[in-house]
């Protein structure tokens, strides 16, 4: 009997080494070339195993971390997101769609909320559309998700401006072109009131 559980653990021994071998040459051999690929998620992580970029579909991405702090996206995208050295969110691509409305947006980060996006936006029901670029200044409260809005550079349904904010938010410059070739220029003050007009 003890010959018998000698050989048994000297059988299971040898399994294990060799399990142990043919694992840690797959590992080895993961270095490969791919022609092609199918997945639902890939994540690149640093040597600390902190994500830095994910590619997700919708059903996978990730929500929003800012601060090790995890938050509710409003509407799940398919796209790349990006992270900073501690896990936080910095910017991404985002494809996404709701009943009315598709977005696709790349956009980069402050630590707090969004700095700069490049979006384009089409409605599917009346046809109405716009892209262009936001820049928005940095909430230095460190509020999470809020920035101000700064400026505006966007085509929407033929007409295209260039609206420069104040740090209220409020128009103060807007320079545009309508859909027929109008020219206008504005000029505003912090009461909203017009004191240039061409």
Known sequence: MKKISQLALGFYAGAVTVAFLMLLYSFKSLKENFE???????????????????ISNEGLMEPPIINGKKYKRALNPTGIVFYNEKGDECGGIALSKNPETQTYALAFDY????????????????????SGIVINDKDVSGKVGS???????????????????GPDEKPRIIISVDSLGNPLFKMIDEKGEIIKNN
Do not use: F
């Open 36 to 54: 092609e690929i199918t997945v639902k998620r890939i994540n690149i992580i640093d040597d600390k195993g902190v994500n830095r970029i994910v």
């Open 111 to 130: 630590d707090n909320a969004d700095a700069i996006g490049i979006l384009t936006q089409q409605n599917s029901d009346s046809k109405a559309y716009r």
């Open 147 to 165: 920035n101000i809005n700064r400026i505006n550079l966007i085509t929407e349904n033929g007409n295209s401006s260039l609206v420069i904010n």
